[in-house]
């Protein structure tokens, strides 16, 4: 069975492009050379390409000469070739069904090679079918997803127009995602599509706590996935039905419940199972294992909020060598990417390094991020978290959690509190 072509539809482009100089500029915006199907095409293409950059009039004698001068006039038909694409070419106006088609045909193929790659992956023993599907996810996604456009000036003004129109119509109010914390939303603006925001502190300052709060309101009216890579499933429903019953942490652990208490948490279940929330719970992952599994997450039913706790423990590069600082610059830059290509925010909880113990003044600065400063490079929103009482006994701040902002990349930085209550592992505006 012979694979998806359009000859017709190559040739038809190849003649306009030498007919017709100005059609050139649409159809590099619409195809690639490796669109095209016929090798002689391929290199005629890339030829006409190559004369247009270099600011040359493209037509059969330059095109030909072109060609000659790199020993391929022969090799794409000769002259007799060119002067048959000439004649045969499309009118302007129907450069954009022919792109269409060529293009449409390209997709089909590639289809049918990712499809034969996974066939052949699913003989290797060495190859795990979740590796298998994730590859697959990935591959497909990556060729229906839309690489970037060029906008004119007029068009990037009036998309700009309508985002302030809804702020104007808010009057002040946030226009991403509540974070469920009106100091929070204050200060950062709520969660917005394409940003990464990193929470950091050291152990015990309550980063999942606050994490697992917000996506805990989100899910009310978004589309949340959790990826737990410290805690389990069970774990992470201990905490959420602490927070939301106000029942103790531990008296949930132990199962030293009252009666009252074991009906109040059963409601909240119930309640919290109307939000829409999916919690990974298995191996760590690395980021394209993660963005397989938001892409299907995705496509099944929306997803608008990723939760990442935490983000040293995502797997690192094979190809590192153990280099740490390596790794993790490029686990950042890559869950950046994956933020701003599927719209979506990401939430990700990282370390802070040792060098904070050493100080006499233990709140967390930018540099003490873990492993790599390009978490403070990639990251839109970085905010440490500090609870003095954890250092010093006779604190007055008992109960009070600091969240420093340290990076808003569109906003201003700064400090405010939360109140902090452990015991059923939930922060509260001051």
């Known amino acids: 069975m012979e694979l998806p072509k359009a000859i017709e ?13 100005s059609v050139t500029v649409e159809v590099v915006d619409k195809l690639k050379s490796e669109y095209f199907y016929n090798t002689k095409h391929i290199k005629i293409y890339r030829e006409i390409v190559s004369l247009f950059n270099d600011g040359l009039l493209v037509d059969i004698k330059t095109l030909a000469q072109s060609l000659n001068d790199k020993g391929l006039l022969e090799v794409v038909g000769g002259v007799s070739y060119l002067i048959n694409l000439y004649e045969g070419a499309t009118f302007a106006e129907n450069i954009k069904y022919h792109c269409e088609v060529i293009a449409d045909k390209w997709s089909k193929r590639n289809i049918i090679h990712i499809s034969r790659d996974l066939i052949n992956k699913a003989y290797d023993s060495k190859i795990t079918s979740k590796d298998i599907i994730s590859d697959g996810v990935g591959e497909f996604y990556k060729m229906s997803s839309d690489n970037g456009k060029m906008y004119t000036m007029a068009e990037c003004l009036d998309s700009a127009l309508v985002e302030i129109e809804a702020r104007y119509n808010n009057k002040g109010d946030i226009i991403g995602k509540t974070t469920g914390f009106a100091s929070f ?9 394409g940003n990464l925001f990193v929470i950091a502190g050291r152990p015990s300052m309550g980063k999942t706590a606050l994490a697992l709060n917000i996506a805990a309101k989100a899910a009310e009216k978004s589309r949340v ?9 069970q774990e992470l429903s201990d905490r959420l039905l602490s927070d939301e019953g106000c029942i103790k942490l531990g008296k949930i652990k132990s199962g030293n419940l009252s009666s009252g208490e074991f009906e109040k948490i059963s409601n909240v279940a119930a309640r919290l199972s109307e939000r829409y929330a999916i919690v990974y719970d298995g191996r760590s992952l690395n980021t394209s294992e993660i963005k397989a599994k938001c892409i299907k997450a995705k496509l099944q039913d929306g997803l608008d909020i990723v939760v990442i ?3 040293q423990l995502i797997n690192g590069d094979s190809k590192s060598n153990g280099n740490r600082v390596y790794e993790i610059s490029k686990i950042s830059r890559e869950l950046k990417s994956m933020a701003r290509e599927l719209e979506i925010n990401i939430i990700a909880l990282s370390q802070l390094s040792r060098a904070t113990e050493a100080r006499e003044n233990k709140r967390p600065v930018l540099s003490d991020l873990r492993d790599s400063g390009a978490i403070e490079q990639d990251a ?3 905010a440490l978290l500090y609870r003095d009482e954890y250092y010093k006994r006779d604190s007055t701040e008992k109960g009070i959690c600091e969240v420093i902002i340290g990076k808003n990349r569109n906003g201003k930085t700064g400090v405010f509190k939360l109140n902090w209550i452990p015991e059923i592992q939930r922060f509260i505006d001051i």
Not at 185 to 193: C, E, V
């Open 185 to 193: 939303d204050k200060a950062i603006g709520g969660l917005q599509k």
């Open 225 to 233: 996935a959790i990826f737990s890579f410290e805690m389990s499933k």
């Open 309 to 311: 706790d935490y983000l």
């Open 380 to 382: 839109d929103i970085i």
């Open 9 to 21: 539809s190559e040739q038809a482009i190849l003649g306009a492009m030498i007919a017709y100089q």
